[in-house]
């Protein structure tokens, strides 16, 4: 028969609890941790043809030369209006902070698909570093709008 004795003081003993109640609320910490959402890459846009094609598998049928073309600074925080035109982003996956002081462009095409609407459509999409970062869906005059880019299925 083996018999092991240990001695511990006061000090040790409650250094072990300490200790074990750490490593335990570690554990606690990283087990509950939501797993992150793998980030779905978007596609790089260097071209007209691939924002043409983008536009496309999004669902949107655009005449194949933009109207407008315009290059801009992205202020370094976002202020009003810029604040407001991001919650539409974020609601559809995209978001301008990650662009905030980059150049942006934008590309303004001509939608011909667009659901009981007699008028002109135009689809905006915002470029950075070759990444699509924002886009809406607008039109102007009496029954003007402006929405998402991403189309929802009803």
Same mark, same amino acid.
């Given at each position: 028969?083996?018999?092991?004795?240990?001695?511990?003081?006061?000090?040790?003993?409650?250094?072990?609890?300490?200790?074990?109640?750490?490593?335990?609320?570690? #554990?606690?910490? &990283?087990?509950?941790?939501?797993? =992150? !959402? $793998?980030?779905?890459?978007?596609?790089? +846009?260097?071209?007209?043809?691939?924002?043409?094609?983008?536009?496309?598998?999004?669902?949107?049928?655009?005449?194949?030369?933009?109207?407008?073309? #315009?290059?801009? &600074?992205?202020?370094?925080?976002? =202020? !009003? $209006?810029?604040?407001?035109?991001?919650? +539409?982003?974020?609601?559809?996956?995209?978001?301008?902070?990650?662009?905030?002081?980059?150049?942006?462009?934008?590309?303004?095409?001509?939608?011909?698909?667009?659901?009981?609407?007699?008028?002109?459509?135009?689809?905006?999409?915002?470029?950075?570093?070759?990444?699509?970062?924002?886009?809406?869906?607008?039109?102007?005059?009496?029954?003007?709008?402006?929405?998402?880019?991403?189309?929802?299925?009803?």
């Amino acid at each position: 028969m083996l018999i092991w004795t240990a001695k511990f003081s006061r000090k040790k003993a409650a250094g072990a609890v300490i200790l074990m109640g750490v490593v335990m609320a570690a #554990l606690i910490v &990283l087990m509950g941790r939501a797993p =992150e !959402e $793998p980030e779905i890459p978007l596609p790089k +846009l260097t071209t007209n043809e691939e924002r043409v094609a983008y536009l496309q598998s999004l669902g949107w049928d655009v005449e194949p030369e933009p109207i407008e073309t #315009l290059q801009f &600074l992205l202020p370094a925080e976002l =202020e !009003e $209006p810029y604040r407001t035109y991001n919650e +539409l982003q974020l609601s559809q996956g995209f978001d301008l902070t990650k662009c905030c002081g980059k150049q942006v462009n934008r590309c303004t095409y001509t939608v011909t698909n667009y659901p009981e609407q007699t008028g002109s459509v135009q689809a905006n999409l915002y470029i950075c570093e070759d990444i699509p970062v924002a886009g809406d869906i607008c039109a102007s005059g009496a029954r003007g709008f402006q929405g998402p880019l991403l189309r929802t299925t009803e």
